[in-house]
Nanobody, 126 residues
Framework: QVQLVESGGGLVQPGGSLRLSCTAS????????IGWFRQAPGKERQVVSC????????YHRNSVKGRFTISRDNAKNTVYLQMDSLKPEDTALYFC???????????????????WGQGTQVTVSS
Protein backbone atom coordinates (compact mmCIF):
# COMPACT_ATOMS: atom_id res chain seq x y z
CA GLN A 1 0.00 0.00 0.00
CA VAL A 2 1.42 3.35 -1.08
CA GLN A 3 1.48 5.75 1.81
CA LEU A 4 3.08 9.06 2.79
CA VAL A 5 3.15 10.05 6.43
CA GLU A 6 4.03 13.54 7.65
CA SER A 7 5.25 14.29 11.14
CA GLY A 8 6.93 17.04 13.10
CA GLY A 9 4.23 19.67 13.18
CA GLY A 10 3.20 21.52 16.29
CA LEU A 11 2.83 24.85 18.03
CA VAL A 12 5.81 27.17 17.94
CA GLN A 13 6.41 30.82 18.77
CA PRO A 14 7.26 33.34 16.06
CA GLY A 15 10.94 33.09 15.23
CA GLY A 16 11.06 29.44 16.21
CA SER A 17 11.89 26.33 14.19
CA LEU A 18 10.32 23.03 13.26
CA ARG A 19 11.46 20.14 11.11
CA LEU A 20 8.80 18.27 9.21
CA SER A 21 9.37 14.72 7.98
CA CYS A 22 7.67 12.89 5.13
CA THR A 23 8.21 9.14 5.19
CA ALA A 24 7.07 6.79 2.44
CA SER A 25 5.93 3.21 2.71
CA UNK A 26 4.99 0.85 -0.08
CA UNK A 27 7.31 2.54 -2.57
CA UNK A 28 10.81 4.00 -2.85
CA UNK A 29 11.06 7.77 -2.73
CA UNK A 30 14.35 7.84 -4.62
CA UNK A 31 12.59 7.97 -8.02
CA UNK A 32 10.05 10.58 -7.00
CA UNK A 33 10.00 14.35 -6.91
CA ILE A 34 8.68 15.42 -3.52
CA GLY A 35 6.77 18.56 -2.77
CA TRP A 36 5.66 20.20 0.44
CA PHE A 37 2.39 22.10 0.25
CA ARG A 38 0.34 23.97 2.82
CA GLN A 39 -3.24 25.00 3.22
CA ALA A 40 -4.57 27.56 5.66
CA PRO A 41 -8.28 27.69 6.53
CA GLY A 42 -10.29 29.24 3.71
CA LYS A 43 -7.31 29.41 1.38
CA GLU A 44 -6.03 27.47 -1.59
CA ARG A 45 -3.41 24.78 -1.14
CA GLN A 46 -0.09 26.30 -2.16
CA VAL A 47 3.33 24.91 -2.95
CA VAL A 48 6.01 25.57 -0.35
CA SER A 49 9.11 23.63 -1.45
CA CYS A 50 10.00 20.83 -3.85
CA UNK A 51 13.02 18.63 -4.41
CA UNK A 52 14.06 16.68 -7.47
CA UNK A 53 14.94 13.00 -7.43
CA UNK A 54 17.38 13.50 -10.31
CA UNK A 55 19.95 16.01 -9.12
CA UNK A 56 18.68 17.40 -5.84
CA UNK A 57 17.42 20.61 -7.45
CA UNK A 58 15.13 22.47 -5.09
CA TYR A 59 12.37 25.03 -5.36
CA HIS A 60 11.07 27.33 -2.61
CA ARG A 61 8.27 29.81 -2.87
CA ASN A 62 9.46 33.38 -2.43
CA SER A 63 7.93 33.88 1.00
CA VAL A 64 9.97 31.04 2.51
CA LYS A 65 13.29 31.52 0.71
CA GLY A 66 16.12 31.85 3.17
CA ARG A 67 13.98 30.40 5.99
CA PHE A 68 12.96 26.91 4.80
CA THR A 69 15.21 24.13 3.52
CA ILE A 70 14.05 20.93 1.83
CA SER A 71 16.27 17.85 1.82
CA ARG A 72 15.99 14.14 1.26
CA ASP A 73 17.53 11.00 2.73
CA ASN A 74 16.80 8.22 0.28
CA ALA A 75 18.32 5.62 2.60
CA LYS A 76 15.61 6.48 5.14
CA ASN A 77 12.93 6.93 2.46
CA THR A 78 12.28 10.33 3.98
CA VAL A 79 12.16 13.97 2.91
CA TYR A 80 12.53 16.81 5.39
CA LEU A 81 11.40 20.41 5.55
CA GLN A 82 13.47 22.47 7.96
CA MET A 83 11.54 25.61 8.85
CA ASP A 84 13.35 28.43 10.62
CA SER A 85 12.35 31.97 11.56
CA LEU A 86 8.73 30.93 11.48
CA LYS A 87 6.05 33.59 11.13
CA PRO A 88 2.36 33.55 12.03
CA GLU A 89 1.54 33.53 8.31
CA ASP A 90 3.26 30.13 8.03
CA THR A 91 0.41 28.63 10.06
CA ALA A 92 -1.27 25.94 7.98
CA LEU A 93 -1.79 22.24 7.47
CA TYR A 94 1.34 20.98 5.71
CA PHE A 95 1.21 18.12 3.24
CA CYS A 96 3.89 16.21 1.39
CA UNK A 97 3.28 14.77 -2.05
CA UNK A 98 5.16 12.54 -4.48
CA UNK A 99 5.37 12.33 -8.24
CA UNK A 100 7.39 9.81 -10.25
CA UNK A 101 10.07 11.77 -12.06
CA UNK A 102 11.29 10.68 -15.51
CA UNK A 103 13.06 13.87 -16.57
CA UNK A 104 14.87 16.85 -15.04
CA UNK A 105 11.62 18.80 -14.87
CA UNK A 106 10.70 19.55 -11.24
CA UNK A 107 6.94 19.87 -10.79
CA UNK A 108 5.64 22.64 -8.55
CA UNK A 109 1.91 22.50 -9.31
CA UNK A 110 -0.16 20.45 -6.85
CA UNK A 111 -2.15 18.91 -9.69
CA UNK A 112 1.01 17.24 -10.99
CA UNK A 113 1.52 15.18 -7.83
CA UNK A 114 0.25 11.62 -7.56
CA UNK A 115 0.42 10.63 -3.91
CA TRP A 116 -0.42 12.69 -0.85
CA GLY A 117 -0.07 12.38 2.87
CA GLN A 118 -2.72 13.34 5.41
CA GLY A 119 -0.96 16.45 6.62
CA THR A 120 0.59 17.78 9.82
CA GLN A 121 -0.54 20.99 11.50
CA VAL A 122 1.91 23.85 12.00
CA THR A 123 0.78 26.72 14.21
CA VAL A 124 2.96 29.77 14.77
CA SER A 125 1.65 31.87 17.59
CA SER A 126 2.76 33.60 20.75
Amino acid sequence: QVQLVESGGGLVQPGGSLRLSCTASGFTLASYAIGWFRQAPGKERQVVSCISSRDGTTYHRNSVKGRFTISRDNAKNTVYLQMDSLKPEDTALYFCAAKIQSSDYLPTDRYEYQYWGQGTQVTVSS
